[in-house]
């Protein structure tokens, strides 16, 4: 018998039997669109952490730190020498020194009191970050309205500010772009908003943003000869880079202290890169561990075929007798109801794909429309679809088809024709 003859059997044998057919399919459609949907939705995460992490990854961070050594020498600063020997490190590609401190804010050119009444009150003690015109581009920052200074205002040390959202709203209500050009007295100095950031959390969205030069003389009171900074941010040239810039920059700043036993060390170098890679590695396990759970559906999907099969032999004992006395050889029967059970396993495996395809394709778009309209959690998410999956829960769903279909096959083939015609 041919395998067109064995298919249009086959075929026959779902469409004569509807409900049983469909009810026997739900379980491989689940279990390959599970399967198909998970492997696609962890793809899509893990690309999206991957991307979100890929800018900081070779992110350095060098900040000052007291000895853990009781009776050690007195820790250093980090001063703007140590910035200038960091900057001629060849792995270091961009430096960012940053001076912080706090502060309390008003808004217009003379104080005003603030009372439990004011809306945003609260927030008028904000964090101050003097640091340079780069700021931006090395933070991974960006700006809802107006401006960053420039480094001409940096060098001449300008008095204009930059407010986080939460300022922006203490001082100036809920319409942030009404701050740009408005004056701000901070420990009675006079600046300029210039511009207003995005929101990066509510650490980071309470703070204001000036030149280095301008927040040592007219906030934090160092004057010409204060050169102490509270942290360096550094990007290395590449993520393969960072190991050797880090070592670099612990030598120069080791030099520069003075230093000759690690133990001393009044400075500590912090690699984000290393310390997000332990994130990066636990979401690709999770995506790599879904799937496989995803998968457990396909085997539930395959009992009920081999159920679904051991009801179909018994049912046909009489006619699987006649065909054998009619001459039917056992291979013809064993090849027969394997056909009924593959096409029974590649019928559902078909209709999950074209069900998971369609439901990524949708899921696409939705995502899509709500990035547009502004959510940007979901604007670097999105499903990949790709062949593996597909492919392999297809074929996964044929291999149960084939395993689930054997028995019952081998039991209707080893069927003596006189005992199965007697079968009632």
Do not use: C
Request: hydrophobic share 45%; charged share 15%; aromatic share 4%.
């Amino acid at each position: 018998m041919i395998v067109r003859d064995l298919l249009a059997i086959a075929l026959r044998g779902l469409r004569s039997n509807k409900l049983r057919s469909a009810l026997t399919m739900l379980g491989l459609i689940i279990g390959v669109a599970a399967v198909i949907l998970l492997t696609s939705l962890g793809q899509g995460l893990s690309g999206s952490v991957n991307a979100a992490v890929e800018p900081i990854a070779n992110s350095i961070t060098i900040v000052p730190k007291l000895s853990p050594i009781p009776g050690g020498p007195s820790a250093k600063p980090l001063t703007d020498d140590d910035m200038e020997d960091i900057a001629r490190i060849p792995q270091v590609a961009e430096l960012v020194p940053l001076v912080t401190g706090a502060t309390t804010g008003a808004a217009g050119s003379v104080s005003r009191a603030v009372t439990a009444s004011t809306p945003g009150a609260q927030f008028l003690s904000a964090s101050v970050t003097g640091t340079t015109h780069n700021f931006l581009s090395a933070q991974q920052k960006t700006l809802s309205y107006g401006t960053f200074f420039t480094e001409a205002q940096e060098r001449s040390g300008a008095d204009v500010v930059i407010l986080g959202p939460l300022v922006a709203e203490a001082l100036y209500g809920p319409n942030h772009q009404s701050a740009i050009g408005q004056t701000l007295r901070l420990n009675h100095a006079l600046f300029t908003v210039i511009g207003v950031m995005d929101s990066f959390g509510a650490s980071g969205d309470n703070v204001i943003i000036m030149p280095m030069k301008a927040a040592r003389s007219g906030v934090f009171g160092y004057g010409k000869g204060g050169d102490e900074l509270s942290s360096l941010s550094v990007k290395a040239t590449s993520t393969q880079q960072v190991a050797a810039a880090k070592a670099q920059i612990t030598q120069v700043m080791r030099n520069n202290h003075r230093i000759s036993d690690p133990r001393f060390d009044d400075f500590q170098v912090q690699d984000l890169g290393s310390r997000l890679s332990t994130f990066t590695n636990l979401i690709d396990l999770i995506t790599s561990a879904v799937p496989a759970v995803a998968a457990v559906s396909l085997l539930v999907g395959g009992i009920g075929v081999l159920n679904i099969m051991l009801v179909s032999v018994t049912d046909r004992t009489r006619e699987i007798g006649t065909r054998k006395a009619v001459g039917a050889s056992d291979s013809a029967i064993l090849t027969q109801f394997v056909m009924e059970a593959l096409t029974l396993a590649g019928v559902g495996g078909l209709i999950g794909v074209v069900f998971s395809v369609g439901t990524i394709a949708g899921l696409k778009a939705l995502l899509s429309s709500l990035a547009a309209g502004g959510n940007k959690m979901l604007s670097s998410f999105s499903p990949v679809l790709s062949p593996t999956p597909i492919l392999v829960a297809f074929g996964i769903s044929l291999a149960i088809g084939l395993l689930a279909g054997g028995y019952p096959a081998w039991r209707a083939a080893r069927l003596e024709p006189i005992e199965a015609l007697r079968y009632e």
